[in-house]
């Protein structure tokens, strides 16, 4: 499955009403950690049907991040029947992304 661009006008039915977990990763195209993770989060995407993955860009989309306040990037928050369950900030390997989506905040690296 491919990443989904997350934006106020498909929030509710791309993630808060999603009947599988949804990885959001909230980054802007300047920003180089965000640049770091990207083929990780596309490759997790690729990888695991049983979830949605979706990017919300800050720059183009402020009010989603304030929303889910969102104060650094790159974000990635986990949420599961439309509450959030895990969230980390900053650069990570994959295997702390994958470890997210089991619902747990790895340190940070």
């Given at each position: 499955?491919?990443?989904i661009p997350i934006t106020r006008r498909n929030l509710d039915e791309e993630v808060l009403r999603s009947d599988r977990p949804v990885l959001l990763d909230f980054w802007a ?81």
């Open positions: 499955m491919s990443v195209s300047w920003c180089g950690p965000c640049r770091m993770i990207a083929p990780l989060v596309d490759e997790i995407a690729g990888e695991r049907p049983d979830i949605k993955v979706g990017k919300v860009n800050v720059d183009e989309q402020p009010e989603l991040a304030a929303r889910f306040g969102v104060m650094s990037i790159p974000t990635l928050v986990v949420l599961k029947n439309g509450r959030i369950v895990s969230q980390a900030v900053g650069a990570r390997p994959k295997g702390q992304i994958l470890a997210l989506l089991q619902g747990g905040n790895p340190p940070a690296v």
